[in-house]
Structures are given as C-alpha cells and as structure tokens.
T-cell receptor, first 112, second 113 residues
C-alpha cells in the first residue's frame, strides 16, 4: 500500500459525459501528479500540483482540468468524454523535487 | 525534451535465472534521475530501483541492479535469481528538473517455472 488513495476504482460512462476522479496523497506530501495509461499512448504525464498551485502541465487535453484543494487532495475532471479517453488514470504524490513518487492504485475509466 | 526507449516488448526467463531488460534514454538536462518501475497484473506501479545520474556507482536493491552507462545513455535492469512474483510489466523512466516522469513503452517479463 503506497498510502495514496484514488476513487473510484472503476468508472463506466458514455461519450459526451463528464466525470471527476479523486486522489488523496500520502500524509505530508505536497505534490500531486496525474498520469494517463492507455494502450496506444502508454504512460503519459498530465499535470502536477504543488501545495494547491499548478506547477507543470503535460499532454493534458483542454477538455481535462484538475485542481488541488487546501487539504491537498486533488481532483481530475474529464469532460465531453470520447472513446479514446478510456484509460487507467494514476495519481502519484511526493514531497516534491526529486523525491520518489508514490502511485495510487489508479482509476479505470471506460467510455462507451 | 526527454525520451525513453525500451526495445524489448517482451522477455522471458526461467525461474532462478538472470535476465536483463534494456533501456536507452535521451535528455538535454545535466541533472536527472532514472527509474525502473514494476507493474504487476494488479496494475499498481511499484518503484524497483532509482539512479541519480551524477552518481557513477550503479544502484542495487537486493536481487535488482542496474548498469548505468551515462555516455551511452543506457540504463539496463538486471534481475538475479528470478522469481515467479517478478512477472510483470517493467517501465524505465527518467525525471529531470520538471519533476514529471517520462516513461518508456514497457517490457513484459514472463517467468517460467
């Protein structure tokens, strides 16, 4: 158990819908990272938050957005969902910098 | 930009034998880190080993060791005394100043009893 929790574990929805994925980092970790794992794109970095502020952005679509709340949990919002958004979405947390990133168990999103 | 290449989509090894997984990378950064992550069928991402690029000594964690060749930008993982529980996808990754991890496509390791 990495100490990072993600909910829900599985999510099945239809095209055009909007979903919210939630992540609670390890106690004391200020940085949260979101990654997407899909069959065709592999594991890709989406976005990073540090202590409530956006720190880095990767290959995140404009339909996707994220935020980190004062209690440090983070949410990834995916809207206008398409079939290609079906993937495993990981959240990771760390103390920041080059410290180890601890991964949550992931949320499996299926868009039908 | 950073890139990571794993040229072996699949590998297999006999239980108790040794196997080496290959990884090459490219980065323009002078200070960076390299990682091997394991992803078993449960899909959990587990850190296997980490190497700081400024350290010449190869990292070792029990049965896992790396061969880090900085000039060649090569970072291979050696698994000794392979066990059935080592069967998984293995991802090589690099991290620079931006903190994001850049992953390779992965190598699926099968361990035969």
């Amino acid at each position: 158990d990495s100490g990072v929790t993600q909910t829900p574990k599985h999510l099945i929805t239809a095209t055009g819908q909007r979903v919210t994925l939630r992540c609670s980092p390890r106690s004391g970790d200020l940085s949260v990272y979101w990654y997407q794992q899909s069959l065709d794109q592999g594991l890709q970095f989406l976005i990073q938050y540090y202590n409530g502020e956006e720190r880095a952005k990767g290959n995140i679509l404009e339909r996707f957005s994220a935020q980190q709340f004062p209690d440090l949990h983070s949410e990834l919002n995916l809207s206008s969902l398409e079939l290609g958004d079906s993937a495993l979405y990981f959240c990771a947390s760390s103390a920041g910098g080059s410290n180890e990133q601890f991964f949550g168990p992931g949320t499996r999103l299926t868009v039908l | 930009a950073q890139t990571v290449t794993q040229s072996q989509p699949e590998m297999s090894v006999q239980e108790a034998e040794t196997v080496t997984l290959s990884c090459t990378y490219d980065t323009s950064e002078s200070d960076y880190y390299l990682f091997w992550y394991k992803q078993p069928p449960s899909r959990q991402m587990i850190l296997v080993i980490r190497q700081e690029a400024y350290k010449q000594q190869n990292a070792t964690e029990n049965r896992f060791s790396v061969n880090f060749q900085k000039a060649a930008k090569s970072f291979s993982l050696k698994i000794s005394d392979s066990q059935l529980g080592d069967a998984a996808m293995y991802f090589c990754a690099t991290q620079g100043g931006s903190e994001k991890l850049v992953f390779g496509k992965g190598t699926k390791l099968t361990v035969n009893p």
